[in-house]
Each structure stands twice: as structure tokens, then as C-alpha cells.
């Protein structure tokens, strides 16, 4: 079993920015694709971006123009930049795989996830 490990979250106000970062041992970013996801409180789990194996990215249409996922190929890492947040992004943001091996869930499988919270 994969062990995600999520960071790079905590408080921000709205309009700032946070950089989420996910690192995993012994597993290899860099041949398929990624996603982060995030769950609200009392809301379903939603993709918030992915990258592809080949480097193609796409960020779910709220998120877009704001958030960017990018994939660091030497030290084996996965990031979302978050800009002009706002508080609607308030959730815990998870890493995992596009999709998320059979038989498991998107959000909270492979880790813990990482606390955004965005209010004045």
C-alpha cells in the first residue's frame, strides 16, 4: 500500500496563496497520472486538478485560472499552487492517482491530506 504524504497547507486570507506539496516513498510520479482532489466539510470529494503521464494538465473549471498542478520529475514530487484563494477553497486537499486504484476512494485512501483554510 501507497503511503501519501501531503503538505504545504494551513491559513491563508482570501485573495492569498499556499503551495501544496506530495512526496511517497518508493512510489514513482512520474509514469502515470496524478490528481489532487479535496473534500469539504459535508461535501463530496471533487478533483480539484490533474497531470497527465505525458505533462498535460487540466484544473476543475472553479479552480481554473487559479490553481496549477505541476509534477517535479527529479525529487519524485507532486505540488498544486492555489492563488487568489477563496474561502469556498477551505477543505483538505489529497494526492492520489487518476484514477484512484480499484476499490478505493479518491480523498483520504493513500493519506491524510493536508488542512486549507482560507478566512479572513
Known amino acids: 500500500q501507497v503511503h501519501m504524504v501531503e503538505s504545504g497547507g494551513g491559513w491563508a486570507q482570501p485573495g492569498g496563496s499556499l503551495r501544496l506539496s506530495c512526496a511517497a516513498p518508493?512510489?514513482?510520479?512520474?509514469?502515470?497520472?496524478m490528481s489532487w482532489y479535496r473534500q469539504a466539510p459535508g461535501k463530496p470529494c471533487e478533483m480539484a486538478a490533474v497531470?497527465?503521464?505525458?505533462?498535460?494538465?487540466n484544473v476543475a473549471d472553479s479552480m481554473k485560472g487559479r490553481f496549477s498542478i505541476s509534477r517535479d520529475s527529479a525529487k519524485n514530487s507532486l505540488h498544486l499552487q492555489m492563488d487568489r484563494l477563496r474561502p469556498d477553497d477551505t477543505a483538505v486537499y489529497y494526492c492520489?492517482?487518476?484514477?484512484?486504484?480499484?476499490?478505493?476512494?479518491?480523498?483520504?485512501?493513500w493519506g491524510q491530506g493536508t488542512q486549507v483554510t482560507v478566512s479572513s
Open positions: 518508493g512510489f514513482n510520479f512520474n509514469n502515470r497520472a
Open positions: 497531470i497527465t503521464a505525458g505533462g498535460n494538465t
Open positions: 492520489n492517482t487518476n484514477p484512484p486504484p480499484s476499490g478505493t476512494m479518491p480523498c483520504g485512501s
